[in-house]
C-alpha cells in the first residue's frame, strides 16, 4: 500500500485533511492484522515529524500552516491531505 494511503487510513484522514484523532492504531491494526507492525514502522517517521513554534511571532493556525508548509517541503512524496493531517494532528496535540 503506498505510503499516502497508509497515512490517510492511520490519521483517519479525508480528502481536505481532515483527521480523527480517535482510533488510529486500530484502524491501521484492523486493516493489516499480520504486518501491523511493518506498516506502522513505515509510518513512524512521517508520525515523528515536529513543529518548533514561536508563539510570539505566530498564532496556533499560523505555526499549523508553518508546519504544513516544513511537510510538504521535507515530504514531496506526500499529497496535499496527508501534508494538512499531518498537521492538523501537530495542531491538536497543541490545544
Same mark, same amino acid.
Given at each position: 500500500? @503506498?505510503?499516502?494511503?497508509l497515512l490517510?487510513?492511520?490519521?483517519?484522514? $479525508?480528502e481536505?485533511?481532515?483527521?480523527q484523532p480517535v482510533?488510529? +492504531?486500530?484502524?491501521?491494526?484492523?486493516?493489516?492484522?499480520?504486518?501491523?507492525a511493518?506498516?506502522l514502522?513505515?509510518?513512524?517517521?512521517y508520525?515523528? +515529524? $515536529?513543529?518548533? @513554534?514561536?508563539w510570539?511571532?505566530?498564532?496556533?493556525?499560523?505555526?499549523s500552516r508553518?508546519?504544513?508548509?516544513?511537510?510538504?517541503?521535507k515530504?514531496?512524496? &506526500?499529497? +496535499?491531505?496527508?501534508v494538512?493531517? &499531518?498537521?492538523?494532528r501537530?495542531?491538536?496535540g497543541?490545544?
Open positions: 500500500m @503506498p505510503i499516502n494511503e490517510k487510513l492511520y490519521l483517519g484522514a $479525508d481536505k485533511g481532515g483527521y482510533g488510529q +492504531a486500530e484502524r491501521l491494526r484492523q486493516a493489516f492484522p499480520i504486518d501491523y511493518d506498516k514502522r513505515q509510518i513512524a517517521p508520525l515523528q +515529524a $515536529d513543529h518548533a @513554534p514561536d510570539t511571532q505566530h498564532d496556533l493556525p499560523a505555526e508553518l508546519f504544513e508548509a516544513e511537510l510538504r517541503q515530504y514531496p512524496e &506526500l499529497d +496535499a491531505s496527508v494538512r493531517a &499531518l498537521a492538523n501537530w495542531s491538536y497543541r490545544r
